[in-house]
């Protein structure tokens, strides 16, 4: 493995004169070199997102009607064979949407399951012993950025899927690439800028990053880190997460919103412990996140012979690794990250992290 080091250019001052004529605010001098790592209250004031408009904006926004607009009351052929369009439905208890299987999804969801399994295997390329190889970081380095990164996300209110998908490349990228520390959180952060462009509608721009990381880096320094990235990751972008795969099972085995956040809670301290999960596949531990939620929340059988068939892995094989999650969860109050404990603690997710685990006493356990 070869330690890499972006050399320091001027090309950063041009872009900095051209900032300053179009008028773009500059940080004063007193807030550059910041510590690496620090609260993002400090400057979360300087990130410049885009702005909705108001009501008076979008009514003046909208076309006067026309002759044409009739023609599209007339019906659609295809309307009366299939439906494309998702169905949506608003959870009264919260805010967010979700989105009910269609029923072209439902006759395709095991092709879906297949395929995913699939790609899971053709990307899983994260060595889990790639920790040994980096000489200049270790595994609570690695758990201080992602406690970082959740926290980047929740301030931005970037989707789950980003953050699953963004620890996904960075540890893809560490199993290939050795990192000195100081170039760490730049890592990071470009893991999950590409990751937002995957996933968002307006995603943090590299200006934004920038001030995210204390000033410690430039723009561009993050534009280089993101090439690099990319052809490391041979631009397969699209890996299948944990997160994927608990909402697949979660939908077509109708599990209740309660039992879904609690696997999506158990699933990302999960992503704390690289050492202890890196060598199993997502679609395991998703399922060992939702036997693991089941059995907390007193549900009759905690895997189901229908979630075993479709998901393909029996109780047996799921024991050891539930046993493991089992202690993770009963160790978060005590860790020293606490962003996803107190993300899981709001009504958002129906304050699950605020359970506590139960006696773990599975039936076949034994190997």
């Known amino acids: 493995m070869t330690t890499f080091h972006i050399h320091e250019d001027f090309s950063y001052l041009v872009e900095n004169v051209q900032l300053k004529q179009k008028t773009v605010k500059v940080l004063p001098d007193n807030k550059k070199h910041r510590t690496v790592l620090q609260p993002l209250s400090n400057y979360q004031q300087n990130a410049k997102r885009p702005k909705t408009g108001t009501g008076e904006e979008n009514t003046a926004a909208i076309p006067k009607k ?27 208890s919260n805010s967010m949407w979700l989105i009910a299987t269609s029923s072209i999804e439902k006759e395709y969801e095991d092709e879906i399951w297949t395929y995913l399994t699939f790609l899971e295997k053709k990307l899983h390329k994260i060595k889990p012993s790639y920790m040994t190889k980096q000489i200049y ?80 880096f430039t723009v561009r320094q993050i534009i280089k880190m993101e090439q690099l990235m990319l052809k490391i990751l041979k631009f397969d972008m699209h890996a299948p997460t944990i997160l994927d795969f608990i909402k697949h099972l979660c939908a077509k085995h109708k599990q209740d919103n309660t039992t879904m956040y609690l696997a999506m809670y158990l699933s990302e301290l999960v992503l704390l412990e690289g050492e202890d999960y890196l060598q199993q596949f997502p679609s395991k531990l998703a399922s060992a996140s939702l036997v693991l939620a089941r059995h907390t929340l ?32 009963r160790s978060s109050p005590f860790k020293e990250q606490q962003t996803i404990q107190k993300k899981y603690a709001s009504d958002k997710y129906q304050r699950v992290a605020l359970l506590k685990p139960r006696i773990l006493l599975l039936e076949e356990d034994e190997e």
């Open 137 to 216: 970081l270790n595994w609570q380095m690695r758990s201080v950025l992602i406690d970082w990164l959740i926290n980047v996300a929740e301030e931005y209110q970037l989707s789950n899927y980003t953050v699953h998908l963004s620890i996904n490349y960075l540890d893809r990228f560490l199993s290939n690439i050795s990192v000195i520390k100081e170039k760490f959180q730049l890592v990071g952060a470009t893991a999950m800028m590409i990751a937002g462009k995957m996933e968002e509608v307006y995603p943090p721009d590299t200006r934004e990053w920038a001030f995210l990381t204390g000033d410690a």
């Open 66 to 92: 026309t002759k044409n607009d009739d023609l599209e009351k007339l019906p659609n052929p295809l309307s009366d064979i299939v439906s494309f369009k998702p169905v949506f439905k608003k959870n009264a």
């Open 298 to 329: 007193f549900k009759p059988e905690p895997w189901t012979k229908n979630m075993e068939e479709s998901a393909g892995y029996s109780l047996k094989q799921l024991s050891p690794v539930v046993q493991k999650q089992q202690k993770t969860f």
